[in-house]
């Protein structure tokens, strides 16, 4: 079945440093990637997103592109905030099941 | 404003004590699904629906049931809670078709002791 790998954390970071938080996927036909992000005490947001292969997804200074070739859909930031210290979740969804698979999540803390 | 409500937000219970989840969405989404979150092991699905009268099982639905009588609502139900059922959970609805992301609840921290 589909799944969803991401890169082990946590991940801690200082502030203005470049970030990159790897995910690969394992799925049949042409599925949609998503990043989500969650907050301390809150629910999941939709960060980005990318629906065909080489689109890229890019939302809050964030960015990820669709390789197909690689399976994978790595998230990456210039320059990190304090503020972006949150759970990180890669995601894919086909549309005939309309299901979100879901990777294990990474921790990213990022100091002043 | 569009969005998902959960509640409660926090629910402490006990062992075999029936508790409901409630879920609503005022978006007129048709698909909405119910998630367990925990630690190292990222989202799990416990049950979806397509749309009115139309659910089913996901990955882990063990202990749970569902219902979707309303287009709005998806209450989650566990009969007889179990302390292995406790986790963070989330209800998640998205339109039918398309390629857009779901749109999640705050999440429901459920202890069961």
């Known amino acids: 079945g589909d799944s969803v790998t991401q890169m082990e954390g946590p991940v801690t970071l200082s502030e203005e440093a470049f970030l990159t938080i790897n995910c690969t996927y394992t799925?049949?036909?042409?599925?949609?990637l998503f990043w989500y992000v969650q907050y301390p005490g809150e629910g999941l947001q939709l960060l980005l997103k990318a629906t065909k292969a080489d689109d890229k997804g890019s939302n809050k200074g964030f960015e990820a592109t669709y390789r197909k070739e690689t399976t994978s859909f790595h998230l990456e930031k210039g320059s990190v905030q304090v503020s972006d210290s949150a759970v990180y979740f890669c995601a894919l969804s086909h549309q005939a099941t309309q299901k979100l698979v879901f990777g294990q999540g990474t921790r990213l803390t990022i100091n002043p | 404003e569009a969005q998902v409500t959960q509640n409660p937000r926090y629910l402490i219970t006990v062992t075999g004590k029936k508790l409901t989840v409630t879920c609503s969405q005022n978006?007129?989404?048709?698909?909405m699904s119910w998630y367990r979150q925990d630690p190292g092991l990222g989202l799990r699905q416990i049950y979806y629906?397509?749309?009115?009268?139309?659910?089913d099982k996901g990955d882990v639905p063990e202990g749970y049931k569902v219902s979707r009588k309303e287009k709005r609502n998806f209450p989650l139900i566990l009969e007889s809670p179990s302390p292995n059922q406790t986790s963070l959970y989330f209800c998640a609805s998205r339109m039918t078709g398309g390629t857009n992301g779901y749109t999640f609840g705050s999440g429901t921290r459920l202890t069961v002791v």
């Open positions: 629906s397509m749309n009115v009268e139309v659910t």
């Open positions: 978006m007129n989404h048709e698909y």
């Open positions: 799925a049949t036909g042409y599925p949609s």
